[in-house]
């Protein structure tokens, strides 16, 4: 059955590999380490739509990790028999291996999770920016603020997380940008979240307004996470749904749009304060809900 798992791993296919790595974490030995190192020095250079796709928030099964993973159940150590700036898959175990929420980089940790962080492999960065330390080290502070604007959304997404546990004004922003323009739920999310860290409340508001457009399909479901912000943020009150598509029209969104901008304009000091409105029966003016919308009772 080894055997067998080696040849899957020489294949260089997407889904041998994982029916490789599943197997050897039960029954693999040392032996097969070699195959899985080369398995892994081909994996995690990929670029593919395939492999690409490996590199998201939440985090998928991702060849690279099942790789990775089985070696070190293996070999715990298995990093230090390589130089990690030799190679991506070396950079890769010792990355797995040294990092860690419950770790304290030394110096030298801090120089091969900043290399990482500057890879051209997207994987490389998000798996640095995924294993750094709870109590993130100065020195790696201007590499996350360069990743919170990643062309790549998964490393994006785990930048955010890690700004979170670091102190940087320029952060906010930064957030403020992205959650007006970002397609990607938790991207916004989290982009919200640093934002207000920095007292952003009400510009992370107008921000959200942008999104307050038309669905393009029944599968859009952007307007719904839109308004939930909102007046969970002015109205603290769950959103209870809603239809808009088709016939939720651009004018619609548009006027809406342009309502909730002049809502939270008007009320810009009390929405900084932290302020929720439950004088109305909805909380905040009925003109700031669509037609067919309803709220969750308080």
Same mark, same amino acid.
């Given at each position: 059955?080894?055997?067998?798992?080696?040849?899957?791993?020489?294949?260089?296919?997407?889904?041998?590999?994982?029916?490789?790595?599943?197997?050897?974490?039960?029954?693999?030995?040392?032996?097969?380490?070699?195959?899985?190192?080369?398995?892994?020095?081909?994996?995690?250079?990929?670029?593919?739509?395939?492999? !690409?796709?490996?590199? +998201?928030?939440?985090? &998928?099964?991702?060849?690279?990790? #099942? *790789? =990775?993973?089985?070696?070190?159940?293996? %070999?715990?150590?298995?990093?230090?028999?390589?130089?990690?700036?030799?190679?991506?898959?070396?950079?890769?175990?010792?990355?797995?291996?040294?990092?860690?929420?419950?770790?304290?980089?030394?110096?030298?940790?801090?120089?091969?999770?900043?290399?990482?962080?500057?890879?051209?492999?997207?994987?490389?960065?998000?798996?640095?920016?995924?294993?750094?330390?709870?109590?993130?080290?100065?020195?790696?502070?201007?590499?996350?603020?360069?990743?919170?604007?990643?062309?790549?959304?998964?490393?994006?997404?785990?930048?955010? !997380?890690?700004?979170? +546990?670091?102190?940087? &004004?320029?952060?906010?922003?930064? #957030? *403020? =940008?992205?959650?007006?323009?970002?397609? %990607?739920?938790?991207?916004?999310?989290?982009?919200?979240?640093?934002?207000?860290?920095?007292?952003?409340?009400?510009?992370?508001?107008?921000?959200?307004?942008?999104?307050?457009?038309?669905?393009?399909?029944?599968?859009?479901?952007?307007?719904?996470?839109?308004?939930?912000?909102?007046?969970?943020?002015?109205?603290?009150?769950?959103?209870?749904?809603?239809?808009?598509?088709?016939?939720?029209?651009?004018?619609?969104?548009?006027?809406?749009?342009?309502?909730?901008?002049?809502?939270?304009?008007?009320?810009?000091?009390?929405?900084?304060?932290?302020?929720?409105?439950?004088n109305l029966i909805t909380g905040v003016p009925a003109d700031l809900i669509p037609p067919g919308w309803t709220l969750n009772p308080p």
């Open positions: 059955m080894r055997e067998f798992c080696v040849r899957l791993l020489r294949q260089k296919e997407r889904g041998g590999i994982l029916t490789a790595t599943s197997l050897l974490r039960l029954i693999g030995t040392t032996n097969e380490l070699p195959a899985m190192k080369q398995a892994l020095a081909y994996a995690v250079v990929q670029t593919s739509a395939e492999y !690409l796709s490996d590199i +998201r928030y939440p985090a &998928p099964i991702r060849v690279g990790d #099942a *790789l =990775a993973g089985t070696m070190l159940g293996l %070999d715990p150590r298995i990093a230090d028999k390589f130089e990690p700036e030799e190679s991506a898959e070396n950079l890769l175990l010792y990355l797995d291996q040294h990092g860690g929420a419950d770790k304290t980089f030394s110096d030298a940790e801090v120089r091969c999770f900043s290399k990482a962080m500057k890879s051209d492999l997207p994987y490389l960065r998000m798996k640095a920016l995924e294993n750094l330390s709870k109590e993130i080290p100065a020195a790696l502070g201007d590499e996350i603020t360069h990743c919170l604007s990643d062309n790549n959304l998964g490393v994006q997404n785990y930048a955010f !997380l890690a700004a979170q +546990r670091v102190r940087n &004004p320029a952060h906010r922003d930064i #957030a *403020l =940008a992205v959650l007006k323009s970002a397609d %990607d739920e938790w991207l916004r999310q989290s982009a919200q979240q640093l934002a207000d860290k920095y007292g952003s409340r009400y510009e992370s508001a107008m921000a959200w307004c942008a999104h307050l457009v038309a669905p393009k399909d029944n599968n859009d479901y952007t307007m719904h996470d839109t308004l939930r912000e909102l007046l969970l943020m002015t109205a603290g009150r769950n959103s209870g749904g809603g239809g808009f598509y088709p016939s939720f029209t651009d004018q619609d969104a548009k006027t809406l749009r342009e309502r909730w901008e002049e809502f939270l304009t008007e009320n810009r000091n009390q929405i900084n304060a932290g302020k929720t409105f439950t």
